[in-house]
């Protein structure tokens, strides 16, 4: 098979980046940015407690 159309290398990223993403939600079956935000906001409760406890909230991070 010819490929006539020869796409430049950035192309060719975001493509597989697209395609990277596609394959990750059909994996999980849920949408990726819902499961991010939830990161934050997680991450931020982090960035909150941290000063009092520095053991217990990096175990858990983690």
Same mark, same amino acid.
């Given at each position: 098979?010819?490929? +006539? %159309? %020869?796409?430049?290398p #950035?192309?060719? @990223?975001? @493509? =597989?980046?697209? *395609?990277?993403? !596609?394959? @990750? =939600? =059909?994996? %999980?079956?849920?949408?990726?940015?819902? /499961?991010? +935000?939830k990161f /934050?906001? #997680?991450?931020? %409760?982090f960035q909150v407690k !941290?000063? #009092?406890?520095? *053991? *217990? #909230? +990096?175990?858990?991070?983690?």
């Amino acid at each position: 098979m010819k490929i +006539t %159309h %020869h796409e430049k290398p #950035s192309e060719k @990223r975001a @493509r =597989k980046k697209d *395609d990277c993403e !596609r394959r @990750r =939600k =059909k994996l %999980h079956k849920i949408p990726y940015e819902p /499961q991010f +935000t939830k990161f /934050q906001v #997680s991450a931020r %409760h982090f960035q909150v407690k !941290r000063p #009092s406890q520095a *053991d *217990d #909230s +990096t175990n858990k991070r983690v």
